[in-house]
């Protein structure tokens, strides 16, 4: 191999590594990339018109397998009540968060432990930790901390390290309980771990009471995926979803009213696949939707869910136009 095409080969695998790892160092849930503030969880006495389907939300920890040291999940104002969170009345919401770890986590191996609905086996796993948190000052807008834990008591995934689940469910009350995560190396402060990211299937979050701001999520397409179905709830006709890719300046998908879903089918493109698409979620501008809360989930055409990371896998999708070549007749 001449020392061109060497330097060439080397150039493309840094150029390829780089993409892979983007972002991998963030940990925050939501992540950096989202513009996402909150995630929220309802008491189960709640309504479902207030934007959460099912009172239970589930996400997933992936620590990398190099890494050896102990680890952290802090929770950002882990109690109903206070600056954050959405009353109905009086404070009554109590929201238990607990950490599986063991064989039955890996998702790709247990479908109940997606916990796109909490039923069947989705606690599935070692619980390693768990607390219920109702109206509580002293964690109103501060940090929880489970752990520390070890890598090894996740379950072991070839793809994506040591997993490990976390799932809010709102066991009492109608309240809502807007809360946020964060993967650390220490108990007290915010430090990330090289490599690591979270995964969901089923995506609830509160949007910005902001006319001008855009979230962001951003699910992985694999390998063979032709088209995916995608499924929001309770959008309340507050602006639009907008799909962006690296080959996609952007479409419209349907929205859903309050307290309903709707569900569209979207093509992919062979650029598309082994990347991430991006979810846009623009605020109406006319006047402002307040405490709007959203559910949106993903299917491809064999039905099988598809993830959001918080870091999303090969760096945030930026549009890139197509330049087609076209021969010119001379003789024209």
């Known amino acids: 191999m001449s020392r061109k095409k060497l330097t060439y080969s080397l150039v493309t695998i840094i150029i390829i590594f780089f993409c892979l790892t983007?972002?991998?160092?963030?940990?925050?849930?939501?992540?950096?990339?989202?513009?996402?503030?909150f995630l929220v969880t309802f008491g189960r006495d709640g309504a479902t018109s207030w934007g959460d389907d099912d009172f239970s939300q589930t996400w997933f920890f992936a620590?990398?397998?190099?890494?050896?040291?102990?680890?952290?999940?802090?929770?950002?104002?882990?109690?109903t009540g206070g600056e954050h969170d959405e009353?109905?009345?009086?404070?009554?919401?109590?929201?238990?968060?607990?950490?599986?770890?063991?064989?039955?986590?890996?998702?790709?191996?247990?479908?109940?432990?997606?916990?796109?609905?909490?039923?069947?086996?989705?606690?599935?796993g070692t619980l390693l930790a768990s607390r219920i948190f109702g109206e509580d000052r002293q964690y109103d807008n501060k940090y929880y901390t489970f752990g520390p834990f070890n890598p090894t008591e996740g379950d072991y995934s070839e793809k994506w390290g040591y997993i490990f689940k976390v799932i809010a469910d709102g066991i009492s009350g109608d309240d809502g309980n807007l809360y946020r995560y964060f993967l650390s190396r220490e108990p007290n402060n915010d430090v990330p771990i090289e490599g690591a990211n979270a995964f969901t299937y089923e995506y609830t979050f509160r949007m910005w009471n902001n006319t001008q701001s855009i979230s962001h999520i951003y699910p992985f397409i694999?390998?063979?995926?032709?088209?995916?179905k995608q499924k929001n709830f309770d959008w309340d006709d507050d602006g639009t979803i907008v799909v962006v890719s690296r080959v996609r300046k952007?479409?419209?998908v349907p929205i859903s009213n309050?307290?309903?879903?709707?569900?569209?089918?979207?093509?992919?493109?062979?650029?598309?696949?082994?990347?991430?698409?991006?979810?846009?979620?623009?605020?109406?501008?006319?006047?402002?939707?307040?405490?709007?809360?959203?559910?949106?989930?993903?299917?491809?055409?064999?039905?099988?869910?598809?993830?959001?990371?918080?870091?999303?896998?090969?760096?945030?999708?930026?549009?890139q136009p197509r330049i087609v070549v076209r021969k010119v007749d001379k003789n024209q």
């Open 222 to 228: 694999d390998e063979g995926v032709i088209y995916v």
């Open 87 to 124: 009353p109905k009345g009086e404070w009554n919401t109590r929201t238990q968060f607990s950490v599986y770890g063991g064989k039955g986590v890996d998702p790709e191996i247990n479908e109940d432990s997606r916990g796109l609905q909490p039923t069947g086996n989705y606690k599935s």
């Open 250 to 252: 952007g479409i419209q």
């Open 258 to 319: 309050e307290d309903d879903w709707v569900e569209s089918r979207i093509g992919v493109e062979p650029e598309e696949v082994n990347s991430s698409l991006d979810f846009q979620f623009h605020k109406k501008k006319e006047f402002l939707v307040r405490n709007n809360n959203v559910v949106i989930s993903l299917e491809n055409q064999r039905g099988d869910n598809l993830k959001f990371f918080s870091a999303p896998i090969g760096g945030v999708p930026i549009y």
């Open 63 to 79: 620590i990398p397998k190099e890494y050896k040291g102990r680890f952290y999940i802090r929770v950002f104002d882990p109690d």
């Open 22 to 37: 983007a972002n991998s160092t963030a940990q925050p849930v939501p992540g950096e990339d989202e513009n996402i503030q």
